[in-house]
């Protein structure tokens, strides 16, 4: 059974990093892509970055390009999000997500598991 775990999340100050964190296990991931996506309160759950365990390949949102960096470690199976410059319009929940089409997609059908998240609050 797939399991994915998030941590890192928490309070900081406009402007300020934070580093959140997805532990996966239950299966081989070579194939996958792992995204990162969020929710604030009262919206949609919106893509953020995605990466292949291969090669790797990234993609961002366009709010995040040039301040988030995600990264993965195959050997301890284990994805990053580095969020730098953070704005309170990033506040929301974070959520990790492992999609078996091995593409990092923006689009969250195209992803399988799904963690349950971990807080971001970025105050002003």
């Known amino acids: 059974q797939v399991h994915l775990v998030e941590s890192g999340g928490g309070l900081v100050q406009a402007g300020g990093s934070l580093r959140v964190s997805c532990a996966a296990s239950?299966?081989?991931?070579?194939?996958?892509?792992m995204g990162w996506f969020r929710q604030a309160p009262g919206k949609e759950r919106e893509f953020v970055a995605a990466?292949?365990?291969?090669?790797?390949?990234?993609n961002y949102a366009d709010s995040v390009k040039g301040r988030f960096t995600i990264s993965r470690d195959i050997a301890k199976n284990t994805v990053d999000l580095q969020m730098n410059s953070l704005k309170p319009e990033d506040t929301a929940v974070y959520y990790c997500?492992?999609?078996?089409?091995?593409?990092?997609?923006?689009?969250?059908?195209?992803?399988?598991?799904w963690g349950q998240g971990t807080q971001v609050t970025v105050s002003s």
């Open positions: 239950g299966r081989t991931f070579n194939d996958y892509a």
């Open positions: 997500a492992a999609g078996g089409n091995g593409w990092p997609s923006y689009r969250r059908h195209d992803y399988d598991y």
């Open positions: 990466i292949t365990w291969r090669g790797p390949t990234t």
